[in-house]
Structure formats: C-alpha cells, structure tokens
C-alpha cells in the first residue's frame, strides 16, 4: 500500500518551479533567510544571505576531503560555497527536478562538477547507504517535510557516527494569537507546508532520532527582516507575478510576507547536532 505524503514532492516542485522561480529572480541565489547582527546592520541580501551560509558552514565543521549531504539544496549556491571554503565534496538533493538541473549547471560552470553533485531525492526516503556521509545540512528545507521525525531519522542512518547535523528552519513560536495563526495558515496553504516545526519539537526530535549534544537558537530577532526585504525584492517582479497567479492572489502573497515579518509567532531557528 502506497501512502500520500503531504505535501508531496511535486507540491514543493510546483512552488519552487512556479512562484520560487520569480522569488529567486528577486532575491538571488541563496533560497534563505539572511542574518542581520542588529537593526543597524544594513547589509545587502547577498551579504546577509551568505552569512547565514557562513554561519551554517561554522555549525557544520567539516574538513576537507570529507563527504556531506545538502538536504533541501535549492540551485546549490550554499553547497558550493561550501566546497569553496572547506574543501568537502557535496551531495545536494530535492525535490525539483527543475533546480537539480540548475544546481548541475552552476557546478560544472564554476568547476566544480566534481566536487559538488545534486540530484532529485525525496528526504523522506534516501537510497544513500548506511553511514556514507561525514556530515549533513538541511539548510531550510525541514519546513516542507511531511514529517520531520521521518527526515532526521533517515539523516541519522545516513550519517556516521560523530557526523554533524547543521539545521536553520522556518519555525512556529507560541503561544498563537488568532492574527498570528492566520499568518501561518497561510505560509502552509501557499508554501507547501504541513505544519511549521517548533523549538520544542526539534528538542524532542532529535534525541528520539539518535542526535546528541544538540544547541538550538532562536534566531528570528537577526533573520525575520529577511520578509520585508524579500516583499520589496518581489514586488520589483509584480507583473511576472500577477501574469503567474492573477492580481488577487499576487496582493495576498505580497502583503502576507509584509505581516509575517513583523508576526512574532513566525520565527527561525539555528540548530546543531552530533549523531550519536
Ligand atoms: C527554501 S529552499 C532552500 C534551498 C537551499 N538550501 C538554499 O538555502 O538555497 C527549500 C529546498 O528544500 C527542498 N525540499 C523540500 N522538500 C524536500 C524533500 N522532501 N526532499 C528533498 N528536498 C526537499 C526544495 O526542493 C528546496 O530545494
């Protein structure tokens, strides 16, 4: 018996092939969140985005030569960085057959086809073999998993024992007002979202999925400007936009991502672990 999982892989491809092409065309490469030191900080979205790639490459720590796993790796503009600054060897995969193509295709131009591969893979369910991987990043991609618990378990088998996990995900931050739970309706509705995750679940998570000595932060004071900045960034693409989803639907995507910034419900977090 075949069991639906929600959102199914092609939910999240239609998102990323669809509006996420238009997003990405106003935003850049990096598909996250960035990082701001405080409000005076006014870093541009390349500089704020890398950041948070700084910032994950920091958490990971791998050592050149050794092997890791993008989960979630968009068109691989993080992976490569990566590969550029540690000197590890990446494997990237999603659900997007369309961003596989891309993140190939930015690889092999920056010469570093065989440094850094990606390929179509759904988290849920990893053909990679037990303990092939040094090290491993879900670089905000845990938000579209049908079931979190699922995904870290499957990273847990692919990893060796003392690989590090590196996590920055979209989170829900209680308690929920009923203004606030609107806003993350509407993320799930129109983001291919089950349901955000929480510090709490994250918490209980990982230890029933085998990761120890984990550090979690809640870092949505530093990262939340990333909606506003990106409203301002997409509406410089409103025709591509309403020629996409119609006029009515361009204006709720638009003004939802203005009130999600300033929603303090809708968070971010940071997170480390070590699989046991
Ligand atoms: C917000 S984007 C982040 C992309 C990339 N990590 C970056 O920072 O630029 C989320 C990514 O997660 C991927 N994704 C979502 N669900 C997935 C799943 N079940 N298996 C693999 N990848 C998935 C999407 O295809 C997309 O590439």
Known sequence: MTIEQSPAPSDVADVYDGIGQIYGSAWGPNYHYGYWDDDADDSSIEVATDRLTDMM??????????RVLDVGCGIGHPALRLVRTSGVNVVGISVSHVQVAQANELA?????????????????????????????????????????????????????????????????????????????????????????????????????????????????????????????AVETKRDELVALVGEEQADSLLAFMRLSAVTPEQGYLYLTAVRA
């Open 57 to 66: 490459i920091a958490g990971l720590g791998a050592q050149a030569g050794q």
């Open 108 to 232: 092999a131009a920056a010469g570093l086809g065989d440094k850094a591969t990606f390929q179509f893979t759904d988290a849920m369910d990893m053909s990679f073999p037990d303990g092939s991987f040094d090290a491993a990043w879900a670089f905000e991609s845990m938000w579209h998993m049908p079931d979190r618990g699922q995904v870290l378990s499957e990273i847990a088998r692919v990893l060796r024992p003392g690989g590090r996990l590196a996590i920055v995900d979209v989170i829900e931050r209680g308690p929920v007002s009923p203004e606030g739970r609107k806003v993350l309706d509407h993320v799930c509705e129109n983001y291919a979202v089950k349901s955000l995750g929480t510090v709490d679940e994250y918490e209980k998570a990982l230890a029933a999925n085998g990761f120890v000595d984990a550090e979690i932060r809640d870092i949505s004071a530093n990262c939340n400007r990333t909606l506003a900045v990106m409203a301002d």
